[in-house]
């Protein structure tokens, strides 16, 4: 079956960096898209950053030029980079997995950023 898992999540002081990765067993890696998704308490799950199976990445406003979204195809895994880490950014974040007709998420993984 499908598994996406992520891992890399914890507590952190703004302006720190955490490093998220999603491992993904049961498709066929390559040709999906992937994205990073949150989710804060009451709030909507929102697109944070994503890459086609190309590579081409977009990202939210609020946190371009902060992180990178990345993937290994080799290791069916993605990554995403999160520097200059703010309150706000506080939210379980979400892996997706995406091609026409399918979508697949995985459990989260919760980052605080707090002093």
């Known amino acids: 079956q499908v598994q996406l898992v992520e891992s890399g999540g914890g507590l952190v ?13 049961g498709i066929i890696f390559p ?3 992937m994205g990073w998704y949150r989710q804060a308490p009451g709030k909507q799950r929102d697109l944070v950053a994503f890459i086609t199976t190309r590579g081409t990445t977009n990202y939210a406003d609020s946190v371009q030029g902060r992180f990178a979204i990345s993937r290994d195809n080799a290791k069916n895994t993605i990554y995403l980079q ?6 706000e950014d506080s939210a379980v974040y979400y892996c997706n997995a995406v ?6 998420w995985g459990q989260g993984t919760q980052v605080t950023v707090s002093s």
């Open 13 to 25: 002081q703004p302006g720190g960096s955490l490093r998220l990765s999603c491992s993904a067993s």
């Open 31 to 33: 040709i999906y898209a």
């Open 82 to 87: 999160m520097n200059n880490l703010k309150p």
């Open 99 to 104: 091609k026409s007709g399918s979508s697949y």
